[in-house]
Nanobody, 124 residues
Framework: QLQLVESGGGWVQPGGSLRLSCAAS????????IGWFRQAPGKELEALSC????????KYKDSVKGRFTISRDNAENTVILQMNSLKPEDTAVYYC?????????????????WGQGTQVTVSS
């Protein structure tokens, strides 16, 4: 069974950090583009970042550029989203997704597999 599972969410004070993991079972993440998205209550799904397959590059939306870093841990078949300098407006459910469509990054329709999401809450 092909599955993505996010972990690492939780509560953090403004200015703090969290490290989200996206782990795969049943397939090798390195062959897929991996995207991170989030959805806050009452808001649309927002694309944040993506990492290309097999050593390709990364992209970041302006809202997270300089604060979030996406990377691969191929030994663990995992993609990491390191989130620093968190703000209350970063509060949302965070999702990872895997896709093979050429050029996919910020369009959620280009992804084939999705995790169940992990809650991130930033508040004092």
């Amino acid at each position: 069974q092909l599955q993505l599972v996010e972990s690492g969410g939780g509560w953090v004070q403004p200015g703090g950090s969290l490290r989200l993991s996206c782990a795969a079972s049943g397939f090798t993440l390195d062959y897929y583009v991996i995207g991170w998205f989030r959805q806050a209550p009452g808001k649309e799904l927002e694309a944040l970042s993506c990492i290309s397959s097999r050593g390709g590059g990364t992209k970041y939306k302006d809202s997270v550029k300089g604060r979030f870093t996406i990377s691969r841990d191929n030994a663990e078949n995992t993609v990491i989203l390191q989130m620093n300098s968190l703000k209350p407006e970063d509060t949302a459910v965070y999702y990872c997704a895997a896709g093979t469509s050429r050029g996919v990054c910020y369009d959620p329709r280009g992804y084939d597999y999705w995790g169940q999401g992990t809650q991130v809450t930033v508040s004092s």
